[in-house]
């Protein structure tokens, strides 16, 4: 990268499966940052692969329109009690019967040991080789695509592990300039940052061609620092475009961000960046607070029924008002952006691992609320992510797991982690980190999925998502309305007609638009067919429901499709 | 600032001219933070002063239109002897009669001592005592204005100065976020930071309310970090544009800018800032290089007619290539944005003073050069700044002085000088910024304006100042072409039509179109009227032009207007 860095390959035939030290100038044996394979972990050797080689059987697969995708985000070393893709591999067809169209595979960049989310990972063109290396990785694709699945894989541009990382030795891949959570920034901006943004780029570009990825999720662009007049996401984004045109492929960028801001989707006429979606943290926050009453960290900022339907109505919650959790005005207005360019969630692997304990939603709320979460989620106009796990009431939790082999940086990640919740006054105990048993608890327990009540929720959600293709919800414009007393919000969809009338408060009799009171019930969250988590509630009504009303249950929701009004 | 900084105002009826110091709570007593006024510098105590009192006399004035100005920058403490706004106030006919619109006063805030460029002030909302203080300031932006000239402020919202710095006592003015040049960046869009940008916003727009300021220079807006989703540079315009309505005064924000972004001069719809113009550094190095054929520092990327031509066609050079000296591709293209909101200068502040020995262009080309060097800039269709001297070829140096009163500062600041052109390898002397030699060097004398050939350098300013406002050149967008052999650049002017030849290269017969060639001559650079710097050249041509060609001298400009081609 620098040309005074002073190596060169010496080998330029080697074989398939050589394995290879770069010797710096002072001597030492580093492995390669571009290394395609690290078959002995961030320490070991590099190793020699052509992935060129892989045998595709997926030519008819040519990836979903933006709109189409229903994600699943997992984690391969928890997904499977093997840890492995080829163990995820044979999951698929549950997935695809559920109604996911699109796979969301975390980080799988080699980190430190066995045991990590991903977000440590210090070769960014490599594959873990305890999931199955770099051609566990290619089977898991093609098989994918061979069930009409698309894959998003997360990928970690804002930052490299701490662990194993030897980037600073080979060139200029940090700046002194940002301060981030995880230290320097990388490079986007300084000087000698071309090859920088050409590494990263290429990095994209070799997911999607020599993967098959479908898209990418880029983790936390608020850590990519970039004040140059071409930011590095606008530039990428040109280059997956060319490649999707060169390939005939439908391949997609999409973001994670906490900016709240419209650039990062705008087009570049209008100054953006032009991804083609982004997550909304705003839209969970403000889902998990209505449902857990929580108040702490970033909920502070939400609670009421009207951040919600804020969130539905725009994308997000804050744009531009005061937020009490970051001390400042916070956001811009995505105005125009259509609705089908926000991943929202009721839970991802951050909102359930970052907690102390790793609860999942599936400990924090009853029955009826786990129903209540996928309702608004799925029947959103927006692009549902589904947490693994999720879609069954998964109760193992999902922790913060580790499995670093420099004994100080194992020691500071436990103590970081219990000073973390220290200052949320957080009473339980953390979990540690590096012990394996953290890890084990996180694995997901399938078995539970054909006992009830888990198997009928898995049932609800699958019956959620083919009413959202077949109302086709994706990209709509529903008009949002809420009542913050009775704790009710209605999301109305002009085409084809569906109401939706959530109930955040206690059962009662509800006011509704004749049309829709008199209609017919989509869905319905409280039918026997999903048990209820316990009576009603306290409050129950004893009279029917007039014509312009509807009886609710407490935590519970219905979807109507519209009959036309009666002639007078 | 911050509610448990645990400070009030006491008094809140005192009297005008009233000092007060704030208490801490540690018991310390502070200057205040927004003091309208330091009678004691930097270190004494805020004095309480009401700027609303004063009584202006220039009702009449509404500002100019941004394609109108003709800057003059000047620098209050050595723009004549006494150094103050009083003795400034005295010469402001002279720059009315050369022809310039807006007089461009370096910063004013509050610095240590007496000596000082104005970068290190550190009261925003106060002006220098030993200028004349803030009455002094409005006597003088008064009598502009009586004058038909507008005034422009240059403001610092990128640092504070060093010395008399007590912000990070009375809230979260800074953000351990980004490093600048200046340490610690100005809390623009970190926890707490809506009020730090409130006190900048207010700060902007005192000087345009109680001053009658009319435009804002905003230094090194590349300083100013804030990656939040509502850009403080484009809320500061939102602010300006709103208070320019209610005043009925043409108010404008001018940016100093490395970034060559063009975001911040486009429109919030094009996901821009919207600021009215910035200035172009491409333009200055171009040109500089291109005369004095440097080539350290930035002026590596510069050199040829065409970096000229190119800044020429676009407002900067840089719209996207590697640029050696960034060590990394820079800039994006301004395409479409008009001219005249390029702000172009062959002299500034910086780029005389930031030379080691602060020599002006006059110390470094010949009287040709000069003129040259005005030709380019003047009959440019970018609005033009002229440096306090230029325009009679002050031979003075401008240097870099200082005068902190903390010795330690002063020494840093000493040696920091003296190691940052030992980079350069300078071989000179570094001039000590602390010496009161060094400031009064710096000092402009005026007597040399009325000896030739000073004063015919100053005629020759004019006549081109009258000749930009006959053609209408700001905001025009002439034809560029160059030469890079024979070192011509040529301007075609649309309507009015105007036609322009500039030789950088030796005496020559060149190609020129016909119907030019035997135009009507409307300025020639090397007219009698002012004197040549010496023989025209060695490889001066015996032949006279053909009707297709015209003689220009080496280092000289022409210009014609057009004669309609005759009929054939």
Redesign the interface.
Known sequence: MRSHCGFHIAETNADEGAKYFFRMPDGRELPDPASRFQPEGVHGPSAVLDTKQFVWTDTEFRGHALGDLVMYELHVGTFTPEGTFDAATARLGDLADLGITAVEVMPVAQFPGTRNWGYDGVFPFTVQNSYGGPTGFQRFVDAAHVKGMSVILDVVYNHLGPEGNYFGQFGPFFT????TPWGEAINF??????PVRQFFIQNALYWLTDFHVDALRLDAV?GI?D????HFLAELKEKVADRSAALGRKLHLIAESN?????VL?SP????YGLDAQWSDDFHHALHALLTRETNGYYADFGSVEDLAAALRDGWRFV?Q?SVF???????CPTGIATDRFVVFSQNHDQVGNRAAGDRLSNLVDYDGLKLAAGVTLLSPFLPLIFMGEEYGETHPFQYFTSHSDPDLAAAVRKGRREEFADFAWQGEVPDPQAVATFERSVLDWSRRNLLPHRALRDFYRTLLSIRKRFRLAGSRPRVQCDEKLRILTLEYPTPELFVFFNFGESRIVPCPRAYAKGNVVIQSNDPRWPRSGPGSAREEAREPSECEVRLDRSSFVAFTRVKPLAR
Chains 1, 2 share one sequence.
């Open positions: 002194g300039r940002y301060a901006d300084d000087a000698e940052s071309d608020h620092f004040f140059s007049a071409h900016l709240n801001d419209s650039r705008r006429e209008q100054g953006g531009g005061y970051r001390k400042r005005r916070h956001g811009n």
